[in-house]
C-alpha cells in the first residue's frame, strides 16, 4: 500500500491541492473621491426630488459641475412618517 496523501485546508474549510496559490493578494487601491459628501436629512415627508432640485437650483444638478453623483430616499407620509433622505458628492469648492 502506498503511502496517504496529505492535502492542505484553507480558511473556509475546503481542501486545497494547490499549495502555491495560498499566497495573500495585494490590496486593491481605490482613487480617492474628489468633493464632500452631502447627506440632508429630514426634508419635508411629502417633498419630491424635483421640488428639491429645484430649491437648489440648476447649478447643482448632476453634471453641471458642481455634483457627479445623486441619490434620492424618497419619504412617506403617515402616521408615522418616514422622513425623505438626499445624498449628493459636493465637488464645489469652498
Same mark, same amino acid.
Given at each position: 500500500?502506498?503511502?496517504?496523501?496529505?492535502?492542505?485546508?484553507?480558511?473556509? +474549510?475546503?481542501?486545497?491541492?494547490?499549495?502555491?496559490?495560498?499566497?495573500?493578494?495585494?490590496?486593491?487601491?481605490?482613487?480617492?473621491?474628489? +468633493?464632500?459628501?452631502?447627506?440632508?436629512?429630514?426634508?419635508?415627508?411629502?417633498?419630491?426630488?424635483?421640488?428639491?432640485?429645484?430649491?437648489?437650483?440648476?447649478?447643482?444638478?448632476? +453634471?453641471? +459641475?458642481?455634483?457627479?453623483?445623486?441619490?434620492?430616499?424618497?419619504?412617506?407620509?403617515?402616521?408615522?412618517?418616514?422622513?425623505?433622505?438626499?445624498?449628493?458628492?459636493?465637488?464645489?469648492?469652498?
Amino acid at each position: 500500500m502506498s503511502a496517504p496523501k496529505v492535502l492542505s485546508r484553507k480558511a473556509n +474549510g475546503v481542501a486545497s491541492n494547490n499549495a502555491p496559490n495560498d499566497a495573500p493578494k495585494a490590496p486593491r487601491t481605490k482613487a480617492a473621491p474628489e +468633493g464632500e459628501k452631502v447627506v440632508v436629512r429630514r426634508l419635508p415627508p411629502a417633498m419630491t426630488e424635483d421640488e428639491f432640485t429645484s430649491i437648489l437650483g440648476d447649478d447643482w444638478r448632476v +453634471g453641471h +459641475g458642481k455634483v457627479d453623483w445623486f441619490s434620492y430616499y424618497p419619504g412617506k407620509v403617515s402616521q408615522q412618517s418616514v422622513y425623505p433622505r438626499l445624498t449628493f458628492n459636493d465637488r464645489s469648492e469652498c
